[in-house]
């Protein structure tokens, strides 16, 4: 943080402050000019340093250096230390000041961080009670993170549900409500850090599912964010470290490290606590057993050698209640049976105190493991007293003898217990280091040969700069190296390692001076932090960001941000590029974004922004911009409100596109659309008009060739008969053609009404045969009818109907040679559709023409080789009414095999005799 250059008057009002100023507080330096410095002073802080500054004005003093908690204007402290130098007159009268101040908030809270572990530390060893032990935990990280509440939950014994152990700043009804909580994947950020084992970050309550159940709870009291840490000890959680902020956040890398590092001190903490209660539990249960006589007890008659032992100094030697020790000699340790059971690394230490004690009346204390029969190793405890004679001679010993394998198994608890807090120590950072004097390296770490590839020794006695890979004749490494030559705290100095490995790998490093009692100093101590995921996340960030701007300007498709309280507006790259301005020169706000906007669409773009902020929605519009360079452009843009914790709306996010050439070919395309549908308008009227005009003249021709061939008006000869036969059949045939195309004219201009009607099918298929002249005695083929009786009856066009089986059975007689077959069948398939399939014996159709067939003019026979006459129409037009029936017409064939046309109606077309619809479920 650059240092902050200031100058004051007499009354101690701002008359210059520099840039940093506004960087370090916040504050603008124009709003502070004129103001007394102690406004900006923290309040508790207030009075004191107008105090002093009231002494100044009398006193000599010329300069001071002070440490000062100033305000910020987001309401945070600001810890700072200031140089000041003094300006006095002739008769030293205060006229003024001018100094400098940097910022030292960091190492402040560092330091308090220290200090409160240290002081925690020295609480857990001097046992302080465990819960006093956790309030002051709590109180730490709470002083360490401002408007921070914390809390330590503690597992049952069953490992099922979690206890409040200390939550001094939160709520007594909120902490009731949530003593007891199950542990579980569901149940809030602590419930799940206690089942996984891993930190759980809530950084919105409110949204976040965790905590569905348990929202009410937390939102009345203020609880916007949860951090939730596991209490582990030798791979077993024990409980949480819970951090609740007042606002949606997450936590930071130095809150982060806070909270694990107090994690791991409640930790120790419960351990201690437990071993402790563990070593006062074993020792109550001594002094119980002793008052109620649960010591066992021996007597020695040394001059008969005579070994009596109470039944229960049986018991805990894993002895009979019937052995008798009488037997033994009385000579050695306390007899053979007892010196057998001795465990045989001890055996000489007891038979040394036993002899000392007959010898020279010294202490019997002692304490030694028994291999009981049974196999198990216990501690033993005895103490005994001889009884002397009037010449000082021993003549019998008494003693007890208690079971302390419980006792010692606790003090080893209690040893692992502080060998664990040293591991704990140890692991706490990435590496420790500490330095001489002269900056070599006196103690690191092992964890530095994991991160740095160096072993320890080889670091002993070598200055950090002596020890990386990297280049540290550098402006950077210099500035190191004065700090530290300047004693100053390193709060954040960063360098790269290639390891012996090849790995290139990046560091962060902290580190304070190490002063003695007097203040004299000592060397430093430091933690190394490996920092290469954090560096490598940045760089894939940055990488993210510029494919993300490259995705945009291939997309035409740019994003902004709109901050609603300042009215101030971001836009990416490819904004920029959409509306035509150089982001070096133009900044975009509220009001000049919108001068941009084509003024008959300006209303509705505005009016739609903040009826969407009014309604903390969502919209999306299309409008017209006028780009700097005169070009009209269309742009369309979506957008959506964010919301603070206070429910209201911080943020309008969008996105826009330029869309000027898809509206460019849309309008091609639409112009192109009314071309065709014009086109094929004037083909139809044009197709109508001429088959209206050919009517007309052929309708003459088709009477007068019928005249002549019924001779109705004299005789002929044979020869013009056939001349007027052959007349008829081509003006009938061209007829035909004629109304086909006219038939297909109006079913592509949509003009073909239905007149639905109820039709029994049977008159259709008669009307169809008689014009067909398919009925028996007209034609030399053979005809049959596969009908069921009764005949159904429909709901349909009547003539369109008929048409279609006119059409399909008239060509099944064009296509089929005389003494052929023409068979028409009518059935009912399993889903209840009506099926009409007209068959044919005739000449076929090759398989690789059936997919043209039902398209206009597409016609069975090659085009080449026409020995039938017809349009190509007719299975078109049929295959049309049929569809508008809601039905469907397949054809199957194979050629020289003949063809079956197959006519499928729905159900729902069926109707019963009283014409109403057929049920047909019951078939």
């Known amino acids: 943080m650059p240092e902050v250059v200031f100058a004051t008057d007499a009354q101690g009002r701002w008359t210059y402050l520099n840039p940093a100023w506004t960087r370090m507080t916040g504050f603008p330096v124009e709003d502070c000019i004129g103001l007394p410095y102690h406004d900006f002073v923290a309040p508790e802080e207030r009075q004191g340093s107008l105090t002093r500054f009231s002494a100044l004005l009398t006193a000599r003093e010329t300069r001071y250096r002070r440490q000062v908690r100033y305000r910020t204007a987001s309401g945070d402290p600001c810890w700072v230390e200031v140089s000041v130098t003094l300006e006095r007159d002739g008769e030293g009268r205060l006229t003024g000041s001018y100094g400098s101040m940097v910022e ?14 240290q002081g925690i530390l020295e609480a857990i060893v001097g046992g302080a009670p465990l819960d006093t032990i956790l309030c002051r935990i709590c109180r730490l990280s709470e002083e360490l993170t401002p408007q921070s509440r914390c809390s330590v939950l503690l597992l049952d014994p069953d490992g099922a549900h979690l206890r409040i152990a200390a939550a001094p700043s939160l709520p007594d009804d909120y902490n009731a409500a949530i003593d007891g909580v199950a542990a579980g994947i569901g149940t809030g950020s602590c419930g799940r850090a206690a089942v996984t084992g891993a930190p759980v970050i809530v950084a919105d309550i409110a949204t976040d ?83 109620g006589g649960h010591v066992g007890i021996w007597d020695i008659d040394l001059l008969a050698g005579a070994i009596h032992w109470s039944p229960l100094h049986k018991r805990m030697l894993g002895l009979s209640p019937s052995a008798d020790p009488g037997r033994d000699t009385g000579i050695g340790i306390l007899g053979e049976t007892l010196e057998r059971l001795i465990h045989p690394e001890d055996v000489a230490g007891v038979s040394a105190a036993y002899e000392s004690h007959l010898a020279r009346n010294t202490p019997y204390d002692v304490t030694f493991r028994i291999n009981r029969p049974d196999g198990s190793i216990r501690w033993m405890q005895s103490r005994a007293e001889a009884v002397r004679d009037a010449s000082g001679r021993a003549v019998r010993i008494a003693g007890s003898i208690l079971d302390v394998t419980e006792k010692i198994e606790s003090v080893e608890a209690l040893r692992r217990s502080e060998q664990r807090f040293r591991d704990f120590t140890e692991v706490a950072s990435d590496w420790l280091w500490e330095t001489d ?67 290139l790998r990046h560091f962060r490093i902290k580190s304070r001076p190490i002063l003695d009692e007097r203040g004299v100093f000592q060397g430093y101590r430091g933690i190394g932090t ?35 309280d300042g ?5 990416s790259d490819e904004t920029y590029r959409i509306f035509g301005v150089d982001r070096r020169s133009f900044v975009p706000d509220f009001d000049n974004v919108f001068s941009f906007v084509h003024p008959d669409d300006r209303d509705a773009v505005i009016g739609g922004l903040t009826r969407s902020a009014a309604e903390k929605g969502r919209s999306a519009m299309e409008f017209r911009i006028h780009r700097a360079d005169g070009e009209e452009r269309h742009v369309w843009a979506q957008w959506q409100c964010s919301l603070n914790e206070s429910g209201e709306v911080a943020h309008v996010f969008g996105v826009c596109r330029d869309i000027t050439e898809q509206k460019k070919t849309e309008e091609m395309l639409r112009a192109a659309k009314d071309a065709a549908e014009a086109a094929s308008r004037a083909k139809s009227e044009f197709l109508a008009s001429m088959s209206h005009e050919l009517r007309t003249p052929l309708n003459a021709i088709m009477g007068f060739s019928e005249v002549l061939k019924e001779q109705i008006l004299g005789p002929l000869s044979e020869r013009y008969r056939d001349y007027a036969t052959d007349i008829h059949r081509s003006g009938q045939h061209l007829l035909d053609l004629i109304s086909d195309l006219l038939n297909m004219a109006r079913i592509e201009a949509r003009q073909m009404e239905f007149q639905e009607e109820t039709v029994p099918l049977s008159e259709i298929v008669e009307e169809a045969f008689r014009l067909t002249r398919l009925s028996p005695g007209e034609t030399r083929q053979t005809v049959t009818k596969t009908l069921p009786d009764p005949m159904p009856v429909l709901r349909a066009d009547r003539r369109a109907l008929k048409q279609v089986l006119i059409n399909l059975l008239g060509n099944a007689a064009k296509f089929t040679p005389e003494q052929g077959t023409v068979g028409l069948a009518v059935r009912h398939d399993p889903a209840g559709d009506l099926e009409i399939t007209i068959s044919d014996s005739g000449i076929g159709i090759p398989e690789s023409r059936l997919p043209d067939l039902g398209k206009p003019f597409s016609r069975v026979e090659n085009v080449m080789s026409r020995r039938y006459q017809g349009s190509g129409m007719g299975l078109f037009i049929s295959k049309t009414l049929v569809e508008r029936h809601g039905g469907t017409l397949t054809i199957a064939s194979a050629e020289g095999h003949g063809t079956s046309v197959t006519v499928r109606l729905p159900a729902e077309r069926l109707v019963a005799p009283d014409g109403n619809p057929e049920d047909r479920a019951a078939d």
Request: hydrophobic share 40%.
């Open 209 to 291: 599912p965790l905590w569905d159940g348990y929202r009410e709870l937390a939102l009345p009291h203020g609880l916007r964010a949860c951090w939730s840490f596991p209490i582990i000890a030798d791979g077993v959680v024990l409980g949480t470290f819970g951090t609740y902020y007042g606002v949606a956040r997450a936590p930071d890398e130095a809150e982060m490290e806070t909270a694990g590092r107090l994690a791991k001190l409640a930790a120790v903490a419960i351990i201690r606590s437990r071993t402790d209660e563990a070593l006062r539990v074993s020792e109550e249960r001594y002094a119980v057993a002793a008052r």
């Open 530 to 564: 490996d920092i290469t995921a954090e560096r490598n996340s940045a760089d894939a960030l940055r990488t993210r960001e510029r494919e993300l701007s490259e995705a945009q300007r291939i997309a035409r498709t740019g994003d902004w941000l709109w901050h609603v």
């Open 567 to 571: 009215r101030r507006v971001e836009w």
């Open 437 to 503: 004097t002269d900056f070599r390296a006196v103690f690191i770490s092992g964890r530095a040969v994991d991160t740095l590839g160096i072993a320890p020794a080889d670091m002993i006695g070598r200055e950090l700069w002596e020890i990386v890979s990297e280049d540290t004749a550098t402006p950077k490494w210099r500035r190191f190296h004065e700090d530290m030559e300047a004693r100053r705290p390193i709060d954040s100095f960063e360098f790269s390692h290639r390891t012996p490995g090849g790995d």
């Open 104 to 117: 030292i908030t960091a190492r402040v809270r560092a330091d308090a961080a220290t200090r409160g572990e």
